[in-house]
């Protein structure tokens, strides 16, 4: 399984951006999706999360980013609004996927690679 994040690059402060993360390999479901951001000498920090029907976000985002997912594509999207100089970070995407295996099936988190964004003010 991997995970594919693009979207990211420059935006302007009060624009918006659009990121996608696409999950490919032998996926049986995506239970659950989540992106995280990282700015530099900062932790890693969820903003954005999806369970089932149900979405979290940082106090920091909240009202201003969307996440979402296609199911038919197996892709999560974060759509960024009113975005923020302290919204520059780089993005990682994260999925907890079930798998096939020889025996049955496992479920486990993977990690995108992580896409860079900066916003100009």
């Known amino acids: 399984v991997q995970l594919q994040a693009s979207g990211g690059g420059l935006g302007q402060a009060g624009g918006s951006l659009r990121l996608s993360c696409a999950a490919s390999?032998?996926?049986?479901?995506?239970?659950?999706v989540a992106w995280y951001r990282q700015a530099p000498g900062k932790q890693r920090d969820v903003v954005a999360r999806?369970?089932?029907?149900?979405?979290d976000y940082s106090d920091s985002v909240r009202g201003r980013f969307t996440i979402s997912r296609d199911n038919g594509k197996n892709t999560v999207y974060l759509q960024m609004n009113n975005l923020k100089p302290e919204d520059a970070a780089i993005y990682y995407c994260?999925?907890?996927?079930?798998?096939?295996?020889?025996?049955?099936?496992?479920?486990?988190?993977?990690w995108g690679q992580g896409t860079q964004v900066t916003v100009s003010s």
């Open positions: 994260n999925a907890r996927i079930t798998t096939p295996t020889t025996w049955g099936k496992k479920t486990q988190n993977y």
């Open positions: 390999g032998d996926i049986l479901s995506i239970d659950s």
């Open positions: 999806l369970s089932g029907g149900s979405r």
